[in-house]
């Protein structure tokens, strides 16, 4: 039983933030989390997602019941896991998106921009550029797969990475 809680609690720390519970984790919860607040019942779900170290991890909007310190330290834990496992996310927070190795913008259901995490955090931040003159020939569009963007490698354990999608902010 000692073995069960120590996993509980380690993977409460992956998840980036220890959960704050009156006893722990042998806290009692009413059905769908009742008593707890939205960053808590957040931090509960982060935690079992992390229980049992999945080679592949997917998770959507991760941060959205968080406060700003707990994002921080649910980014570095998961710089920290990505190096084992491979870690896909759809997020809008910038502090996450700085955590990926690589970015994929969705706009309106689109491929916007993809790319290393640096490159495209740049692009973002320089906001939409101004339309260009007609050309002759229609632009090429973007290829929708990119190997680069899905790490399908990591799977195997031959390299791991943090890949992210989010929407273009306006």
């Known amino acids: 039983r000692a073995a069960e809680w120590a996993?509980?609690?380690?993977?409460?720390?992956?998840?980036?933030?220890?959960?704050?519970?009156?006893?722990?984790y042998a806290t009692e919860i009413t059905e769908a989390g009742?008593?707890?607040?939205?960053?808590?019942?957040?931090?509960v779900a982060l935690a079992r997602a992390f229980l049992g170290?999945?080679?592949?991890?997917?998770?959507?909007?991760p941060t959205s019941n968080l406060d700003i310190e707990a994002e921080r330290a649910l980014a570095q834990s998961l710089r920290t896991y990505s190096t084992s496992a491979t870690v896909l996310m759809v997020t809008h927070s910038r502090t996450l998106l700085a955590a990926a190795d690589t970015i994929l913008v969705i706009d309106k259901g689109k491929m916007a921009m993809a790319g290393p995490a640096q490159q495209v955090l740049a692009r973002l931040q320089a906001g939409p550029k101004p339309p260009e003159a007609p050309q002759q020939a229609p632009p090429q569009a973007v290829?929708?797969?990119?190997?680069?963007?899905?790490?399908?490698?990591?799977?195997?354990?031959?390299?791991?990475?943090?890949?992210?999608?989010?929407?273009?902010?306006?």
């Open 7 to 24: 996993a509980f609690e380690a993977a409460g720390e992956t998840a980036g933030a220890p959960i704050d519970l009156a006893d722990g």
């Open 143 to 170: 290829s929708p797969a990119i190997p680069a963007v899905v790490d399908v490698a990591a799977a195997d354990g031959a390299k791991a990475g943090t890949t992210a999608a989010g929407a273009d902010e306006e």
């Open 34 to 43: 009742g008593g707890l607040s939205g960053g808590q019942r957040q931090r």
């Open 53 to 61: 170290a999945p080679p592949i991890l997917l998770l959507d909007e």
